[in-house]
């Protein structure tokens, strides 16, 4: 055993990287909170789209049998307006051969502007009670309506029954709906019509209280003389038929404009519009009703008398230019007007943004699934070739090879690492390189090679520069043409050493890829991590290695010709990611990367979230910026345009984009359980988890592992895969926004012992 001690002068300057993440460090918390607020942005827009688009259905009541004990005898007996005056209420009904005809439910993009172009045709006037959702969605139509001197009630804001709701959720139910009116057409209005009325002989003890605080509020409440029920979509003839007051009764009409298929309805319409015209009838909106009532008590009628016979008979359908056919409307102005137009904003921008969320979801998922597939046909293939009887690589490599090992602060570690690779079945010799340790790792590492009687171990102390500068001082101490690359958290099984270098057998391979396994697998953290790892190596890699497109020789086991580590220029300092970049270049150089499944090392993974979030924040970063690097191999010739136009396709949409959208079919899970069918979603989502789980069973046949770890896999899907969401978003605002990163080391605690102890 030899030592190298570097000369102690004074301490290096900082390197340009390291200059570069100083000054990042401070701008990484306000990334945190601009990727934190990017999924709060979307979260808020999925649940603004859900509650707008609640199903607004039929009419037919929710209560039957209710009693109304509590409701004036003048009410229930009353006319189809209910108003309140200095805290009394009074009713108001529709003077004779008169038709306030009201619409419920809408707007809605397909019947309300037929309706629209009914009415302005026969010059008939309506009263439309309009759903506060509805509203904020289609807010053109709402404006086509008093522009064309037509009336607007509230009909709620999700068409909700209000009598059982509490007084905040009917305040917000109408506040909403007000808000919705003033951003689409600058107005309010005091009409209101609940969901599920019909008579005012059907108001009972459940809802009475809500139209006497309605009342106070300044709210006029309208009910029905007589119900089209269109909505049971009875045939037009039926709809006309059972909208026709009987007599010369002057009645309020209810159809419907939204809710469902209004095809019926729009058939019906005109036909119903010539009928009452015949007979002499004449339209009306609800203000106008009640202002024939004044018009008629200012005249000295009796005030029992029924309002309509004589002279408080409507003349004439004039819907155009007429203040008391708009009497119930407010012109918005300040706060509200100001919120209305923002809440019609931010809905446009949910209108927007779920349809095309929506698109890519659809990409995303058909990407997910054609990966899954691909994964699995690739890897099988893969599998057969290499286990072939007459498969080789060419003859045995039994020459000695060189095991760098890098260290920096491994005093838990390096004593097992050194301890598996004395066990080594091929001949090595070992280099640690002690990059500025300040907790003896050095003098760890001769202790445990004099322990273990290593004469092969080579310990080189150098100031503390990084990874990439440790490995390069190794490589360019080796004494062979082959050398492996650990990390100093690793230990090796005996025979992982002599499997890695098999492939070198062919001249055309430039490094050989082993396969990483995670030691500390028995906390929930670790399990995550083993179910990754194993599917990573078996199915991805495998896939890659088929492809000749290898893009990451791992660091905790990877093997180079020396030779080629010296042509591509050694280990780069200018990623995180010096494994990704210096595979990439391999690649280019005209190098093959391969994966030999059998060289297996036991890993140390981080044992807690925050150490996890740092690793994965570099590796993903580190990889962005080792694709960026090379990304002129999109445009070369040769095997570096073969690596450009392959294999690094596969990784932005892999590892990348794929990743990144991933969260869609998440969110949208969530969104249809809450708003559409919880069940079908639920079903959606485990049919997702259950190919995920083909997966990794076959990888983890393929691998030999116990199958006993997939049962944490749900809990991984729900909580570790959306952490690695984060940690991907993250690392690409940080790239978006110029930002820089210092490679982090985590801390070890040296639970992973030898392979034998692992199991």
């Known amino acids: 055993m030899t030592t190298t001690t570097p000369s102690r002068g004074r301490r290096r300057a900082p390197t ?48 039957d049998g209710a009693s109304s004990s509590k409701v004036p005898d003048k009410i229930l007996n009353g006319g189809p307006i209910i108003s309140f005056r200095g805290g009394q209420a009074t009713t108001t009904s529709v003077p004779a051969k008169t038709i306030a005809l009201t619409f419920d439910d809408g707007p809605n993009p397909t019947y309300t502007p037929r309706v629209l172009e009914i009415l302005e045709k026969y010059d008939v006037p309506a009263t439309f009670f309009v759903v506060g959702s509805m509203v904020s969605r289609y807010p053109g139509i709402v404006k086509d309506m008093v522009d064309q001197g037509d009336e607007v009630g509230i009909h ?20 909403q709906t007000q808000l919705a009116l003033a951003g689409a057409a600058g107005i309010t209005t005091t009409l209101f019509r609940a969901p599920y009325s019909s008579e005012t002989d059907a108001i009972d003890n459940y809802s009475w209280p809500v139209y006497e605080k309605l009342g106070e509020e300044g709210y006029t409440s309208v009910f029905v ?13 039926k709809i006309v038929k059972w909208a026709t007051p009987s007599g010369t009764s002057g009645a309020s009409v209810l159809m419907h404009d939204a809710g469902g298929d209004r095809e019926q309805t729009i058939k019906a319409l005109p036909e119903y519009i010539e009928k009452m015209q015949a007979k002499g009838y004449t339209f009306t909106t609800i203000s106008g009703v009640i202002e024939a009532q004044n018009t008629a008590a200012r005249a000295g009628q009796q005030a029992n008398a029924p309002v309509g016979t004589g002279g408080g008979q409507l003349q004439g359908g004039n819907r155009n ?28 921008v ?14 995303v998922g058909v990407a997910v699934m054609g990966r899954f597939g691909m994964m699995l046909i690739l890897a099988r293939r893969h599998y057969r070739l290499r286990n072939r009887r007459r498969f080789s690589w060419g003859p045995t490599v039994t020459r000695p090879v060189t095991v760098i090992v890098p260290a920096y602060n491994e005093k838990e570690c390096i004593a097992n690492t050194l301890e598996s690779l004395a066990k080594s079945t091929h001949p090595i010799e070992v280099i640690v390189v002690d990059d500025g340790s300040s907790d003896g790792t050095s003098e760890i590492a001769r202790e445990a090679a004099r322990s273990l009687g290593m004469t092969n171990v080579r310990v080189i102390r150098q100031e503390n520069a990084g990874k990439p500068a440790a490995l390069n001082n190794g490589v360019r101490s080796a004494s062979h043409d082959i050398v492996v690359m650990m990390d100093g958290d690793t230990v090796f099984e005996p025979d992982t050493v002599r499997q890695l270098v098999q492939p070198f057998a062919n001249p055309e391979v430039g490094a050989v890829a082993g396969n990483a396994k995670v030691g500390n697998r028995d906390t929930v953290i670790g399990a995550w991590q083993h179910i990754e790892y194993v599917m990573g190596f078996n199915l991805d890699r495998r896939m890659y290695d088929l492809l000749r497109c290898m893009p990451t020789i791992p660091g905790a086991i990877g093997a180079f010709r020396r030779e080629a580590v010296l042509q591509v220029g050694g280990m780069s300092e200018d990623t995180l990611a ?15 990367v391969v994966y030999q499944e059998h060289a297996r090392a036991w890993t140390e993974a981080p044992g807690s979230l925050k150490q996890l979030w740092s690793q994965r924040y570099r590796w993903s970063y580190g990889t962005m910026q080792a694709l960026w690097k090379h990304r002129k191999s999109l445009t070369d010739k040769g095997p570096s345009g073969r690596f450009g136009r392959v294999g690094m396709p596969l990784v932005v949409i892999f590892q990348i984009v794929t990743p990144v959208f991933a969260p869609l079919i998440d969110v949208f899970t969530a969104y249809s359980m809450i708003f559409v069918d919880f069940q079908a979603a639920l079903y959606a989502w485990l049919a997702v988890l259950g190919v995920q789980l083909v997966c990794a069973a076959y990888a983890f046949k393929l691998d030999k592992e116990k199958y006993r770890y997939l049962l944490m896999m749900p809990l991984q899907q729900l909580a570790y895969r959306q952490m690695m969401y984060l940690v991907l978003i993250h690392s690409c605002i940080t790239a978006l926004t110029g930002g820089r990163l210092r490679w982090q080391k985590l801390k070890r605690t040296g639970e992973v012992g030898t392979p034998a102890g692992v199991g």
């Open 16 to 63: 340009r990287i390291e200059r570069a993440a100083g000054k990042a460090a401070a701008l990484q918390k306000p990334r945190v909170i601009l990727a934190l607020l990017l999924l709060l942005g979307l979260t808020s827009v999925m649940l603004l789209d859900g509650y707008l688009r609640a199903e607004v259905g039929g009419d037919e009541r929710v209560r």
């Open 156 to 175: 709620t804001f999700t068409h909700v029954d209000l009598s059982y709701q509490s007084d905040a959720r009917i305040r917000r139910e109408m506040t």
């Open 225 to 237: 003389d007589t119900d089209s029920d269109d909505w049971k979509k009875p045939g037009a003839s």
């Open 321 to 348: 230019g007429t203040d008391r056919l708009q009497a119930a409307h407010r012109e918005a102005t300040g706060a509200t007007l100001y919120e209305g137009k923002a809440l019609v904003v931010a809905v446009a």
């Open 350 to 363: 949910a209108e927007y943004t779920v349809p095309t969320l929506s698109v890519g979801l659809v990409i």
């Open 578 to 592: 010096e494994d990704t970049d210096i595979t990439i270049a391999m690649h280019r150089a005209g190098w093959r």
